[in-house]
């Protein structure tokens, strides 16, 4: 056998010993004897301070927010997005930050939050056997620590994957008065709307009520008979005005886009005016389309 014969042969007995997913501590693979410090170089890669996995290997969210995990000692539990994300929610990528709540200091890293903040029992739970916050804790966390606009779309997100009960969030800011960002959080919490199908529809939503305008709906069917023709992303069914975002679906899907094309008409005909909005529209523009189509339907400021 030649060398790159007996090396990948190596290699394949190492990782038969150990889970082909597998993500460790390197030290306690070390002290175990399950690996050398040469084999534990050039086999895997380190996702975290000395938590590693095999190189070939995809690596995930769940490897990434149980690195995280170990990586404090299994002294910590997952927050903010990734728990989100660990719950199903959308639109969180696999090398998002993790964060982390922990009772002990960690030092910093790429990639990696820890917070020292307060964490009763009856908020941890665990999901594919790593430590979790609740999601009534995810959504308390998301909405202090992000930003307003994010925070609203990360919380839509997880209310659209399973309902969340806003007054077991407003538990936990009566349990922790002190704690940072709770005026956005309570402020943003009556606005969750599981309904928003994507960030780009949350943003919309907010655009159009902190302009004063009605709150749109989400979802809104347009109705032949009982039969629904469209589903609007937003829209106010007592004008029958919609608002749609029109976004890379259009231009990565043809048969998607000439679909909402040739239904276009037949929105119309059945007494909507539909506003279709793009990412290059200015706030401005977007709001004053709105408010003329509200205003032409008898809606008065």
Do not use: C
């Not at 299994?74 to 090398?95: E, K, M």
């Not at 009566?174 to 709307?193: I, S, T």
């Not at 119309?268 to 909005?277: A, F, M, Q, Y």
């Amino acid at each position: 056998m030649d060398a790159a014969g007996g090396s990948l042969s190596a290699a394949a007995g190492i990782l038969s010993g150990m889970a082909k997913r597998e993500v460790f501590a390197g030290r306690e693979a070390l002290v175990a004897g399950r690996l050398t410090r040469s084999e534990l170089a050039r086999w895997y890669q380190p996702l975290f301070r000395g938590v590693y996995m095999p190189r070939d290997s995809t690596v995930t969210l769940w490897d990434r927010a149980k690195a995280a995990w170990l990586a404090t000692g299994r002294q910590a539990v997952v927050t903010g997005i990734a728990a989100s994300g660990l719950y199903g929610a959308n639109w969180v990528d696999p090398d998002t930050t993790i964060e982390l709540i922990s009772p002990r200091h960690t030092r910093p890293q790429p990639g990696l939050v820890v917070r020292q903040e307060s964490l009763s029992p009856d908020e941890i739970t665990t999901v594919a056997g790593i430590p979790v916050v609740v999601r009534a804790r995810a959504a308390f966390d998301l909405g202090r620590h992000l930003r307003r606009g994010e925070a609203a779309a990360r919380m839509d997100a997880l209310m659209r994957n399973g309902v969340f009960s806003g007054e077991d969030v407003l538990v936990l800011a009566k349990r922790y008065p002190r704690a940072r960002g709770l005026k956005q959080l309570v402020d943003l919490l009556p606005l969750v709307d599981g309904g928003a199908a994507s960030p780009q529809e949350t943003r919309l939503r907010l655009l159009y009520t902190d302009a004063g305008l009605p709150r749109p709906t989400t979802q809104v069917p347009v109705l032949e008979g009982w039969e629904a023709v469209r589903i609007l992303d937003l829209g106010w069914e007592e004008y029958r005005v919609g608002s749609e975002y029109d976004g890379d679906v259009h231009r990565t899907n043809r048969r998607a886009y000439v679909k909402d094309l040739r239904l276009r008409p037949k929105v119309e005909s059945l007494g909507w005016s539909v506003d279709h909005v793009i990412k290059e529209d200015r706030d401005d523009e977007i709001i004053k389309r709105a408010t003329q189509l509200l205003r032409s339907r008898g809606w008065t400021p």
